[in-house]
């Protein structure tokens, strides 16, 4: 019987992987796809949840997660284009101009 | 009629759970397949997720990312999130990913990324960090936590969570119908704010 639980305990593995590319990876293309990696993590917690209590709210929730994650994904790599246009790198640590 | 003998791997997973069958007779050969379509299927997106922080190559980690997104839409399915499995496959895996390829082709994919590390021994406390998160995964899995008890007044009939387009509409159009105002807002200032940061006309003026 696959619990709740263990869908959950997936999402967490999943969540952990994306927070180690975050940490360790210096391309701001590969720390977004990390980024929607924990994304799709708490989607599926929700998915999860909601099943688990018998309640469609969790997949409204993870409706409205998606429509974020669309915007961000968009505004996000229209920066990082622009950024790209001006310094002909996708590194972050090129980006610590503005370290006080 | 509910049969108490759990299923070999099924008891592995934890046997406190048992709802009533769902679909009758043929409820627990039904769990099964839920059981076997899950260890597939997570395999798939966990070996998408390392792919996606393990590989050298960009347009690789998308790819990764592409087979997480889709089995991640598959578990959706077997937890009867119709609609919002077509959703991830239509939006994530077809629009984000689309775009996410063509930023990779557009930057150009450099394999020799900067490994200096500017914050001291960042990789080590990353390695830290993890272990310590993965500890905590296993404790809570271990200690039989996640032998999921059925929330106290749940309704056990699993219809009630399908997830079909009726269904959704239903609430997203009555209860949720001001969070949906504010994403149609949202999606206006994104769309506006990725024009902005696009348009080029600005520095042709100044030169």
């Known amino acids: 019987m696959v619990t709740p639980g263990w869908y959950m305990t997936l999402a967490a593995v999943l969540f952990v992987i994306g927070a180690v590319g975050i940490l360790t990876r210096r391309n701001a293309l590969v720390m977004f796809m990390s980024i929607e990696l924990m994304l799709n993590a708490v989607n599926l917690t929700f998915i999860a949840a909601g099943r688990a209590i018998g309640s469609l709210d969790g997949q409204l929730a993870v409706f409205f997660v998606l429509v974020v994650a669309a915007a961000e994904v968009v505004v996000g790599l229209a920066i990082i284009v622009a950024i790209f246009r001006r310094r002909q790198s996708a590194s972050v640590d090129e980006l610590a101009d503005m370290k006080g | 009629m509910p049969r108490t003998a759990p299923l070999p791997l099924a008891s592995f997973l934890g046997q406190r759970y048992l709802p009533p069958p769902p679909w009758g007779d043929k409820g627990y050969a039904l769990l099964m397949v839920e059981l076997i379509v899950f260890v597939l299927m997570a395999a798939a997106a966990l070996a998408g997720a390392v792919a996606v922080i393990r590989a050298r190559n960009t347009v690789y980690a998308a790819m990764g990312l592409l087979g997480t997104l889709l089995a991640v839409a598959v578990l959706y399915v077997v937890q009867l999130a119709h609609l919002v499995a077509a959703v991830q496959v239509i939006v994530y895996a077809g629009a984000v990913m689309t775009l996410f390829l063509f930023v990779i082709m557009l930057v150009g994919v450099d394999r020799n990324e900067d490994t200096r590390e500017t914050?001291?021994?960042?990789?080590?406390?990353?390695?830290?960090?993890?272990?310590?998160?993965?500890?905590?995964?296993?404790?809570?899995?271990?200690?039989?936590?996640?032998?999921?008890?059925?929330?106290?007044?749940?309704?056990?009939?699993?219809?009630l969570t399908n997830g079909t387009v009726q269904r959704i509409a239903g609430e997203l159009f009555t209860g949720w119908v001001l969070a949906f105002e504010a994403t149609a807002l949202l999606l206006t200032i994104a769309a506006v704010g990725a024009i902005a940061l696009a348009s080029t006309r600005r520095r042709r003026q100044e030169s």
């Open chain 2, 119 to 159: 914050i001291p021994h960042q990789r080590r406390m990353t390695i830290g960090l993890v272990g310590v998160l993965f500890v905590v995964i296993g404790f809570v899995v271990v200690s039989g936590s996640f032998d999921w008890v059925p929330v106290v007044g749940a309704p056990a009939d699993p219809q």
